[in-house]
């Protein structure tokens, strides 16, 4: 038997006139859907690294770059005696490192000598050295405990670091920096939700608000805030009322209420035209002195001949309802490049980097 006529009539699925080029122009659409939005978060990533933003040079007297100090003094932290620690020798996927194969390390500083040096602290044995990269550092006064996510104890008398304990938990899985509150108990900041590179760079490029701050104690770990593009710089208030966080892309510094059980609610935003790195505050008055970035494109396309710049700011009043915000030093990179803390103790402030140099200033 013949098939039916209708089954031999059947056009091939998919062959009728015009379905090819309408495939092509929806194929077209969507990729200039595709480019105009990679565009649009190129222009976005582009304005939160500043990358156009060049600074007037504000000079200080009495300054000197501190020997010793070649490769980065990414974060300083200074006990009321006058013991500055620099964690020095950052390495970070993308930013330019001048020692690349040394480990990084914790070096001290007692500004009350007439001539301040750098000196490198020894850490006890077990210790694994060669792959130690401090990145944020943070005191307290408890028989002088020194801490970051690796806990020390500072034995004064030989200069050296008993190392104390490891901090892991899922709830740390980017830590930037932190703030102590307790032996072993700390306020610490996840700059991104993410440890994989390539994870940190598309959260980053989708700008993404999965940042958060953590409380750790032995007995409780738990998120007390969130909803940052990139949680940064931590400290306290001299009062210990207020946590003040840095969001390095949004350019902001948020003021947050520390409650008795520890959690925190937001109170206010300070908005500002630079990249703010690490937090440090003068126990005398209160004030947040900021390292800052202020062309951060030149972070992570390193060019000896235009490198990145430095800026450091001073706030006063930061309850207040107009703040002040005053710009203390800034460099184009020629002494300084990449500040990324200011630290001040007795009319003198240190200024550290992410990887170059460190500088020591009579103010």
């Not at 009062?239 to 510094?253: G, P, Q, S």
């Not at 300070?270 to 972070?299: A, F, M, R, Y």
């Not at 450091?312 to 207040?320: A, D, E, K």
Request: net charge negative.
């Amino acid at each position: 038997m013949a098939p039916p006529t209708e089954l031999l009539a059947r056009p091939e699925r998919g062959s009728a006139p015009g379905s090819r080029a309408m495939r092509r122009l929806v194929a077209v659409g969507l990729l200039g859907i595709a480019l105009a939005l990679l565009g649009e978060r190129l222009l976005a990533l582009r304005n939160r690294l500043k990358a156009s933003r060049e600074v007037e040079s504000v000079d200080l007297p009495n300054c000197h770059l501190i020997k010793g100090i070649e490769a980065g003094s990414e974060d300083i932290d200074i006990l009321p005696n006058g013991l500055a620690f620099f964690s020095v020798g950052l390495k970070f996927p993308g930013l330019h490192s001048f020692a690349p194969d040394k480990p990084g390390g914790i070096l001290m500083m007692d500004l009350k000598e007439e001539k301040p040096r750098a000196r490198e602290l020894r850490i006890s044995r077990g210790f694994d050295l060669a792959s130690f990269n401090p990145h944020g550092i943070s005191t307290f006064i408890d028989n002088e405990f020194k801490n970051t996510v690796e806990i020390f104890k500072f034995e004064e008398a030989e200069n050296s670091l008993l190392h104390l304990k490891t901090v892991k938990h899922e709830l740390l899985p980017s830590v930037n920096d932190i703030t102590a509150v307790g032996p072993a108990h700390f306020y610490a900041t996840n700059d991104h939700y993410f440890s994989d590179p390539f994870l940190k760079y598309l959260e980053t490029y989708l700008n993404l608000h999965w940042a958060n701050v953590v409380y750790y104690s032995p007995n409780e770990v738990k998120v007390v805030a969130e909803g940052f593009d990139s949680a940064n710089g931590i400290n306290i208030s001299p009062d210990n009322k207020y946590i003040y966080v840095a969001d390095i892309l949004a350019h902001e510094i948020h003021v947050l209420e520390k409650h008795p059980n520890m959690n925190l609610t937001q109170l206010k935003v300070l908005e500002l035209d630079t990249l703010v790195d690490n937090l440090s505050i003068d126990p005398s008055s209160g004030d947040i002195w900021v390292g800052c970035h202020p062309n951060g494109q030149k972070l992570f396309v390193y060019d000896p001949n235009n490198p990145p710049s430095s800026e450091v700011l001073r706030i006063q009043n930061i309850l207040s309802e107009k703040p002040a915000v005053t710009t203390v030093y800034a460099n184009n990179g020629s002494v300084l490049q990449g500040s990324s803390v200011a630290s001040v103790y007795d009319g003198k402030l240190l200024i550290g980097t992410l990887y170059h140099r460190a500088l020591y200033c009579e103010l």
